[in-house]
């Protein structure tokens, strides 16, 4: 079957929003340029129609950010995502649990999205961020995302068998995580369950309770997924 042609021009401008990420919340015309490929001409033809809509604004410097209408697409997807209910309590008993952050990512594209996540109450801690994305080629979660959705290599062997995945100082070299995969009723995946926290924290005693904690809570939420389905 031929592949359907989508639209340039709203090609074009969501490739501008997907410049934006958490580490860099702002952009220059000349940033969006350079990341883009496209002629500052061409950019700031579609900025237009993309603040009209509040999914872009440009500041007084002109910088551009992402506009309010990011942040509400993304909390009505957030909102309608079907496992809400049952995985923000179990993301904060795995947190109170052990003491580190739990987080729920979900593949997008070539990235991982942070959906939710819920951080301890201990000063020393990893922040996430929810809606932030990250590459799947590092972390724990991003391995997790790969090796279970049809892009396992050689060196994702050792993660499907052991079921889980650990990542050590990859994304910062202070942090480091242990992921675990989630699957509905059917048997596909739907996201990766995850842990993290300073490096120092995450030894061999530490890690080996940590994939008790995540198997746990995998089981249970893929519990209530079969019983809700």
């Given at each position: 079957?031929?592949?359907?042609?989508?639209?340039?021009?709203?090609?074009?401008?969501?490739?501008?929003?997907?410049?934006?990420?958490?580490?860099?919340?702002?952009?220059?015309?000349?940033?969006?340029?350079?990341?883009?490929?496209?002629?500052?001409?061409?950019?700031?033809?579609?900025?237009?129609?993309?603040?009209?809509?509040?999914?872009?604004?440009?500041?007084?410097?002109?910088?551009?950010?992402?506009?309010?209408?990011?942040?509400?697409?993304?909390?009505?997807?957030?909102?309608?995502?079907?496992?809400?209910?049952?995985?923000?309590?179990?993301?904060?008993?795995?947190?109170?649990?052990?003491?580190?952050?739990?987080?729920?990512?979900?593949?997008?594209?070539?990235?991982?999205?942070?959906?939710?996540?819920?951080?301890?109450?201990?000063?020393?801690?990893?922040?996430?961020?929810?809606?932030a994305t990250m590459p799947l080629t590092y972390g724990a979660s991003g391995k997790i995302l790969r090796a279970y959705s049809g892009q396992a290599t050689k060196a994702d062997a050792q993660i499907l068998q052991d079921g889980y995945a650990i990542s050590r100082g990859e994304r910062d070299p202070d942090v480091a995580a242990?992921?675990?995969?989630?699957?509905?009723?059917?048997?596909?995946?739907?996201?990766?369950?995850?842990?993290?926290?300073?490096?120092?924290?995450?030894?061999?005693?530490?890690?080996?309770?940590?994939?008790?904690?995540?198997?746990?809570?995998?089981?249970?939420?893929?519990?209530?997924?079969?019983?809700?389905?």
């Amino acid at each position: 079957m031929a592949e359907t042609k989508g639209v340039d021009s709203v090609e074009r401008a969501l490739l501008i929003l997907e410049c934006f990420t958490a580490d860099q919340p702002d952009l220059s015309l000349a940033d969006l340029a350079r990341a883009t490929g496209l002629y500052k001409s061409t950019i700031l033809r579609l900025a237009v129609s993309l603040e009209k809509f509040g999914l872009l604004q440009r500041a007084a410097d002109g910088r551009f950010r992402l506009g309010a209408g990011a942040l509400r697409l993304g909390s009505a997807y957030r909102h309608g995502f079907d496992l809400a209910h049952v995985l923000r309590p179990e993301l904060r008993a795995l947190s109170d649990a052990t003491g580190e952050t739990a987080s729920f990512y979900v593949r997008d594209g070539e990235s991982r999205l942070c959906l939710y996540r819920s951080e301890p109450a201990r000063a020393i801690r990893h922040s996430v961020t929810e809606g932030a994305t990250m590459p799947l080629t590092y972390g724990a979660s991003g391995k997790i995302l790969r090796a279970y959705s049809g892009q396992a290599t050689k060196a994702d062997a050792q993660i499907l068998q052991d079921g889980y995945a650990i990542s050590r100082g990859e994304r910062d070299p202070d942090v480091a995580a242990i992921s675990v995969p989630l699957f509905s009723p059917d048997g596909s995946l739907v996201g990766a369950l995850a842990l993290s926290g300073p490096i120092s924290r995450f030894d061999d005693a530490h890690t080996a309770r940590f994939v008790k904690a995540l198997r746990q809570s995998q089981t249970r939420l893929e519990g209530q997924l079969a019983l809700g389905s």
